[in-house]
Nanobody, 116 residues
Framework: QVQLVESGGGLVQPGGSLRLSCLAS????????MSWYRQAPGKEREFVAR????????NYADSVTGRFTISRDNAKNTVYLQMNSLKPEDTAVYYC?????????WGQGTQVTVSS
């Protein structure tokens, strides 16, 4: 069974940090492009960051560049999102996504709330 399970969300003050994790199971994790997306209340889901299968090449949304870092550990079937200098506008449900060809799998999401 293909599954992605996110964790690490929570409540943090502006300027704080969080690290999200996404544990994959049921597929060959190292062969998949892994991404993070987020969806704020009343808004559409938007791209945050992507990391390819090998070599670690990454892409980021302009809104998070310089503050967020995506990484992966293929031995642990896990992709991470380190989020620093968090802002209230980063508040959203964060989703992990795995893609290989036409195969797309989403996680259930983890809530991140940035508020004082």
């Amino acid at each position: 069974q293909v599954q992605l399970v996110e964790s690490g969300g929570g409540l943090v003050q502006p300027g704080g940090s969080l690290r999200l994790s996404c544990l994959a199971s049921g597929f060959s994790f190292s062969n998949y492009v892994m991404s993070w997306y987020r969806q704020a209340p009343g808004k559409e889901r938007e791209f945050v960051a992507r990391i390819i299968t090998a070599g670690g090449s990454t892409n980021y949304a302009d809104s998070v560049t310089g503050r967020f870092t995506i990484s992966r550990d293929n031995a642990k079937n896990t992709v991470y999102l380190q989020m620093n200098s968090l802002k209230p506008e980063d508040t959203a449900v964060y989703y992990c996504r795995a893609v290989r060809g036409l195969s797309v799998t989403w996680g259930q999401g983890t809530q991140v709330t940035v508020s004082s």
